[in-house]
């Protein structure tokens, strides 16, 4: 059974620069046919999609945020790791690890297993 | 960028009742790369179809997806109490990713 488990800080300053763990239990992310990302969602609002990464290095950026953002994988860990830059208050959300489809398949760029969340807050 | 615009914002329907819900693309989506998600209060999204109409293992038969190029629908044929939720389509066609802005179903 596939399980993400995001971490996070809970709480930071504007300005500061937010870091984001997601642990991923019941698979390996070595050697998958899966991209792993992150998705975002502001209190009341959408969906964002940030960054997506595949287990060798590959990588996909939303190019709204790539200039603050970089997403990472360590798979000694089986983590996907995200940072994101200069944070102000429209970057409080609920950011969720998600694993995509298989791109052996196709190009399954969905998200078909989530996490539960981590609520991010910047605030002075 | 793909920009998906989800009609109508909120859907008041009752129990038994059909749910039709559009997700309208700016550009053709290649290949019919359109997914369907369904999130409830306090959860994370739950994915129900992909490819625009293929039911992810475990949906239930009365969701269904259907459409091509730039409009989609996701139909529930007959509302159970668990399918008042917020509903997000989300073309993967092309990058960035990008998700429609949601529709809620509410209980009229």
Redesign the interface.
Known sequence: QLHLQESGPGLLNPSETLSLSCTVSGASIRGTSHYWGWVRQPPGKGLEWIASIYYSGGTYYNPSLESRVTISVDTSKNQISLKLNSVTATDTAMYYCARQGDIFTGANYFFDSWGQGTLVTVSS | ?NVLTQSPGTLSLSPGERATLSCRASHSVF?N?L?W?QQKPG?????LI??ASTR?TGIPARFSGSGSGTDFTLTISRLEPEDFAVY?C?Q??D????????TTVEIK
């Open positions: 960028e290949s790369y997914a998600y959860q994370a999204p739950r994915l992909s490819d992810t997000y989300q993967y066609s990058s960035p990713w990008t998700f429609g802005q949601g």
